[in-house]
């Protein structure tokens, strides 16, 4: 068979191979790959493979390991009718040789197929792997064979089960019958519990393997997923917008006056996060989503003080002032890029340590994409259908990918259906429009989306004679607005229950409101009579509100002579320093002191500054002052290469392969600050362009990534060379002092 090595395998085919293999494998790209025979070494790396092998799913991770069992690792293989313990059509076998093609871990035709080294750490469902199943074990008691054998036969079957199903002897030139077997491993092959591969190579069976790892056999078919269709998803979604659009609000407000501290461990405290529920009336899973949600979306930030706190940040402002769907939007897609794993939060670590939600362990850099993982599967089925059970969505993503996630991959999958569902993407099992248009379009067509689902906004109220205020729907924003100053939410879902009281009353007052504004409100907008009993209680509270008032006052002047305060008061800077007189000797101004000193000394006053004790002091300016710097939020750049830079790589390595294989003469190398080695590698190309010759160049990028190609110098000059790609004809840009060596190119 060929022995055909990955290199020049890769070298054989066509751009869009390599660009599907780059795609597939975003760490083969970085740094770019100088030719093909770089790409492959990386494609062969332990890591690599092993990370190429997560995305397998189980029934390609079972041909790998038959491949393997064969050797495919030391020599090329047939795959053709390949045993993989249950009859498979061909068709199916084929594709899963060529989906390891397509990662670059298999190469080579389907009688000589071969694989990287490193698969063999990769492969497997289970750790050490298994071998491949025994005809002769079918039917086979394997559990009572096992505990017949003496310990030291037992031993060895142990041992391969730990480390490995191969084992090498010098016992395995035949295989005798169990009365002529003079060593454990001889009567081992006799009973069957071994199988013989060559003089010197054992294996032991998948069946027995199996037993010793207290495993099942994996499940070469994908499970059902069991879906069921419903027409309510959309308003569903809509109704656990609205939910969570409320509890942020709530957190803003409740986090605006009264700011939890940030543990010095980092995160938010146990007892913060309990008072976030009872308040709000939900659990704590929600709350730790909620509190998740509103940082990631840079609604709430610690303010990094000498006591740091969780504060709302300016830009919650512009969310409270958007639109429900635009709002909805924000969050949404602040939770679907979030780096974390809320889930975990609240739970305990290996060492009994409290992961606290906010704090730094929770951050899980590949929580989007498993994520993106659920959601895709749910956006898979037709509009409205749901999935009935997590379980079942687990088992399929464990099947598709046995190799990934860990020991919460589970976890994961159920964590994502509620929080999604919590936030209004997923609801009964199934993707809403909104969720969908977020995952396929983006933020801005899911909004928009989103303020089709949402129901209509209402202009009216009830208002009952218990007091409460119900709205039968979301209402108008302007509305909203004025029902949340004189009443609080009593309950909240479809129809929405506020409860007005004294103390709401007080507060619309003390927002600027009148009795008559109140009064108005509710006359104008409720579509049952105004209950007397409310009536009053408005009139009541507006009599005894504002009898004894106060004010703010940044600056007070003082002066002993009631006619020098009266000059101030009538002064021309009187106006403009908003000087108020409180008492005949008494001056008031919300402005800083130090301004209005300055004013009032430009026109020829002389005041002077005193501190609560009377004494005065002096408040000119110690030094200059700057802003202090915003803090920058950093995204974390995709590491997906895009298609154009796909592109320029397969160029670049297409171009490196050439290069190598061009035959060189004379050649002149530049070393750092060797100016005569400079100028010597200019006459070299000078030279090329005069006689019309090639040259391999090999050149060093901003990056300090080395690669080479052969051009046909045009023109040097400026400190560039121009110079013509024979293979694409194209003209190419190389700055002199990126060269680092120069060679004529011999036909």
């Known amino acids: 068979m060929s022995g055909t090595t990955l290199t020049d395998w890769l070298r054989t085919q066509d751009d869009a191979y390599l660009a599907a293999v780059l795609r597939a494998r975003p760490d083969l790209a970085t740094p770019r790959p100088a030719d093909t025979s770089v790409l492959a070494t990386r494609a062969a790396s332990r890591a690599s493979v092993a990370r190429a092998a997560e995305g397998l799913d189980t029934f390609t991770l ?95 079957l142990t041992r391969l089960s730990t480390n490995g199903p191969i084992g090498n002897t010098r016992d395995a030139a035949t295989v005798p ?133 969780y504060v709302p940040t300016h830009h919650s402002d512009v969310w409270l002032t958007a639109s429900p769907a635009n709002r909805w939007a924000a969050l949404a897609s602040a939770w679907l890029d979030l780096p974390r794993l809320p889930g975990i939060g609240g739970h305990r670590d290996a060492k009994e340590r409290l992961l606290a939600p906010l704090s730094e362990d929770l951050r899980r850099p590949v929580a989007p994409l498993e994520r993106a993982r659920v959601l895709r599967v749910l956006a898979d089925l037709k509009p409205g259908t749901g999935v009935t059970d997590p379980d079942d969505l687990a088992a399929l993503l464990a099947w598709r990918a046995p190799r990934r996630g860990g020991r919460l991959r589970d976890e994961v999958v159920r964590w994502t259906l509620t929080e999604a569902t919590a936030l209004g993407i997923v609801a009964l099992g199934a993707l809403t429009g909104p969720g969908r248009a977020l995952l396929e379009e983006g933020a801005a067509a899911a909004a928009k989306r989103m303020a089709e689902a949402l129901p209509e906004p209402i202009d009216h109220v009830l208002v009952q004679a218990d007091l409460t205020v119900v709205a039968p729907g979301p209402l108008e924003p302007h509305l909203a607005a004025l029902v949340n100053e004189v009443a609080d939410v009593e309950s909240a879902g479809s129809a929405t229950v506020y409860r007005v009281s004294e103390s709401t009353v007080r507060r619309a007052l003390d927002a600027g409101r009148t009795a008559g504004d109140l009064h108005d409100l509710f006359r104008t907008k409720s579509k049952t009579p105004v209950p007397q009993s409310l009536t009053y209680m408005i009139d009541d509270v507006a009599r005894r509100h504002g009898r004894l008032r106060g004010g703010a006052a940044t600056s007070f002047l003082r002066c002993d002579d009631p006619a020098l305060i009266a000059e101030v008061a009538a002064s021309a800077a009187a106006a403009p320093l908003r000087l108020r007189k409180i008492a005949p000797t008494v001056l008031v ?124 110098p045009q023109r040097i000059g400026g400190g560039v060379l121009e110079g013509r790609d024979p293979s694409t004809d194209e003209i190419r840009r190389v700055p002199l002092h990126r060269i680092t060596t120069a060679a004529l190119v011999e036909s």
Request: glycine share 8%; no cysteine; charged share 25%.
């Open 589 to 712: 101004s919300p402005l800083p002191l130090l301004e209005i000193l300055d004013e009032l000394r430009a026109l020829g006053f002389a005041p002077a500054a005193e501190d609560n004790e009377g004494q005065v002091v002096d408040l000119r300016p110690t030094g200059r002052r700057i802003q202090a710097p915003v803090r920058a939020v950093r995204k974390v750049a995709s590491r997906q290469p895009d298609d154009e830079q796909v592109s320029d790589m397969v160029l670049a390595m297409r171009a490196g392969d050439r290069a190598a294989d061009s035959k060189r003469g004379r050649s002149v190398t530049a070393s750092a600050g060797a100016g005569a080695n400079t100028a010597q590698t200019m006459a070299l190309l000078q030279e090329a362009a005069r006689a019309g010759q090639a040259v391999w160049v090999g050149v060093v990028d901003a990056h300090g990534v080395a690669s080479q190609r052969v051009l046909e």
């Open 62 to 156: 079972v041909v790998l390991d038959a491949l393997l069992a064969l050797g495919a690792d030391r020599a090329p293989v047939s795959a053709i009718g390949l045993d993989v313990g249950v009859e498979v059509s061909s068709m199916r076998l084929a594709e899963a040789v060529d989906r390891l093609r397509s990662l670059a871990v298999a190469w080579g035709p389907d009688n000589a197929v071969s694989l990287v080294p490193a698969a063999r750490e990769a492969g497997g469902l289970v750790p050490t792997g298994l071998g491949r199943p025994s005809a002769a074990l079918d039917g086979v008691d394997i559990a009572a064979a096992l505990l017949a054998l003496p310990e030291d036969e037992r031993g060895i």
């Open 177 to 309: 019958t169990l009365d002529e077997a003079k060593t454990p491993i001889q009567r081992l092959l006799a009973r069957g519990l071994l199988t013989r591969v060559d003089a010197n190579t054992v294996e032991l069976p998948q069946q027995v393997g199996l037993v010793l790892k207290g495993a099942r056999a994996p499940v070469l078919e994908e499970p059902a997923l069991r879906t069921k269709a419903n027409k309510a998803v959309d308003s569903t979604g809509a109704g656990a917008t609205l939910e969570i659009i409320r509890h942020t609000e709530t957190l803003l407000r409740m986090w605006s006056d009264d700011p939890p501290p940030v543990l010095k461990s980092g995160g938010l405290g146990v007892r913060d996060l309990r008072k976030l529920t009872k308040v709000m009336d939900i659990g704590e899973r929600e709350a730790i989503v909620l509190v998740e949600v509103a940082v990631g979306a840079s609604l709430v930030a610690d303010n990094e003080s000498a006591n740091p706190e």
